[in-house]
T-cell receptor, first 113, second 113 residues
């Protein structure tokens, strides 16, 4: 099965700074790489994803970069805001629609005002 | 985006009773739904894959006789926790495979006294 590692487990930044979270996976067949944001007491929400034929994708303040050779992908958040505070999970899988997501352990991001 | 609902959002029950949790895809049909369990400050762990019209596929270590899953229609899957015990207290989250991605429900907080 897929082994997924996420680093760091906690991240504290000042408002306006950038945050980067890295996800390392083991299954070279994985071709779908999503990032989810989970606020306290809620279900996870997809914030950005990338397919294996693309190296980078950006959506306003959020970007994801993929290195398939090294089997890792990273979430980049720029100009962080307090409302970005949440737990972020990566969940690589091998089908485009994410048929069997294996979640990383999560990263607690705290943005201090 | 597509919406997945769960009912109830929270439930408290006595030890030994059974609890049913519903997961509905509100604006799309889902042949496949997933059930996850999340303990405090931990990641989401896949319990089972629910396929409409057929038996669910359970992950290793998940008791199928304790966690009954029924996926009777393309918009509804139910999880029944039978003979619940305090160690079953957790946050249960469903997801449905929709257009292009998996959509997650808001979760159900189960507390077994």
């Amino acid at each position: 099965g897929e082994n997924v590692e996420q680093h760091p487990s906690t991240l504290s930044v000042q408002e306006g700074d950038s945050a980067v979270i890295k996800c390392t996976y083991s299954d070279s067949a994985s071709n779908y790489f999503p990032w989810y944001k989970q606020e306290l007491g809620k279900g996870p929400q997809l914030i950005i994803d990338i397919r294996s034929n693309v190296g980078e994708k950006k959506d306003q303040r959020i970007a994801v970069t993929l290195n398939k050779t090294a089997k890792h992908f990273s979430l980049h958040i720029t100009e962080t805001q307090p409302e970005d505070s949440a737990v972020y999970f990566c969940a690589p899988s091998w089908e485009t629609s994410g048929s069997r997501l294996t979640f990383g352990e999560g990263t607690q991001l705290t943005v201090n005002p | 985006g597509a919406v997945v609902s769960q009912h109830p959002s929270r439930v408290i029950c006595k030890s030994g009773t059974s609890v049913k949790i519903e997961c509905r895809s509100l604006d799309f049909q889902a042949t496949t739904m997933f059930w996850y369990r999340q303990f405090p400050k931990q990641s989401l762990m896949l319990m089972a894959t629910s396929n409409e019209g057929s038996k669910a596929t359970y992950e290793q270590g998940v008791e199928k006789d304790k966690f009954l899953i029924n996926h009777a229609s393309l918009t509804l899957s139910t999880l029944t926790v039978t003979s619940a015990h305090p160690e079953d207290s957790s946050f249960y989250i469903c997801s449905a495979r929709g257009p292009g991605e998996q959509f997650f429900g808001p979760g159900t907080r189960l507390t077994v006294l």
